[in-house]
């Protein structure tokens, strides 16, 4: 096309240059600039990629009810029963698994006066285990015409209809912090057979004032909790004399009634 006089007017359009065009050194220096980027980016993007992935992780442990509590397994409640067990563990169906405090649920268990200890295991992916120890009776206080059952720590921690073959501790006010309580348990705990298994009933109206009862209606006035293993030998060898009171109070001076 021309205009007037003029030549021809040249029309320019720009055109990507194959590789041909480009220069070998050219290309091999684009290609280590291209390499250095991806080396230097590589650690970013996996260090992301982790990331992700565990937060992705976390939530479903933590937030989501894929790995939460579908069974709850009881163990050794005994007596308590394992309804009482769930009641006080409070863990509901769902509950995310790893989101649990074990050591808050064992309190609760424990906060029951018949359980003595418990604790608390997760088995993935989705039960919690309660392992539970129940308190053991030594003893009986009666209230009335029933009978509070007392472990050996002296805790109160069930009431009973009927008396259980247990010896009978009449106590003012018993309980794990009474004085009289904790003396009785410890006489108890130090009895030599034979005594043990003649025992009926110990009385304590102060900690230094312990009766024995025993079958055949004797008495072994014992005192207070001290010097148990000698007045125990003095009482065992007195128990062939004649005389319902034996008094062992002060174990090197004794005497028979």
């Known amino acids: 096309m021309s205009s007037g006089g003029a030549g021809p007017v040249r029309r320019w359009r720009l055109v990507r240059a194959t590789s041909l ?13 291209r390499a250095r980027r991806i080396r230097t980016a590589r650690p970013w993007l996996i260090a992301a990629a982790i990331l992700a992935l ?8 933590y937030g989501t ?15 308590i029963g394992n309804a009482a067990v769930k009641e006080a563990a409070a863990v509901a169906n769902g509950t995310p698994l790893a989101s649990i405090d074990l050591g808050d649920v064992a309190k609760r268990v424990e906060a029951l006066p018949s359980v003595r200890r418990a604790q608390v295991h997760r088995d ?7 392992d539970v120890t129940p308190r053991v009776a030594v003893a009986a206080a009666p209230v009335g015409k029933s009978f509070d059952l007392i472990d050996a720590t002296g805790v109160v921690f069930q009431r009973v209809p009927a008396q259980p073959e247990l010896p009978e501790l009449d106590l003012v006010t018993p309980g794990a912090t009474d004085q009289s309580t904790i003396a009785t348990l410890t006489i ?6 034979d005594i043990r298994d003649q025992l009926i009933k110990m009385t304590a109206p102060t900690p230094a004032n312990v009766t024995l009862f025993l079958r055949g209606g004797r008495q072994v006035i014992w005192g207070d909790a001290s010097d148990n293993a ?16 034996i008094d062992v109070s002060a174990p090197t001076v004794v005497t028979v009634k």
């Open 54 to 61: 565990a937060g992705i992780a976390t939530f479903v442990i």
């Open 230 to 245: 000698a007045k125990g030998r003095v009482a065992t060898s007195l128990l062939s004399l004649p005389g319902t009171v």
């Open 21 to 33: 065009a480009i220069p070998a050194s050219v290309r091999r220096f684009n290609e280590r600039r």
């Open 65 to 79: 009810s894929l790995l939460g509590v579908s069974h709850l397994r009881i163990v050794g409640s005994g007596f």
């Open 188 to 193: 108890l705990r130090s009895l030599p057979k």
């Open 124 to 130: 993935w992916p989705s039960t919690l285990i309660i």
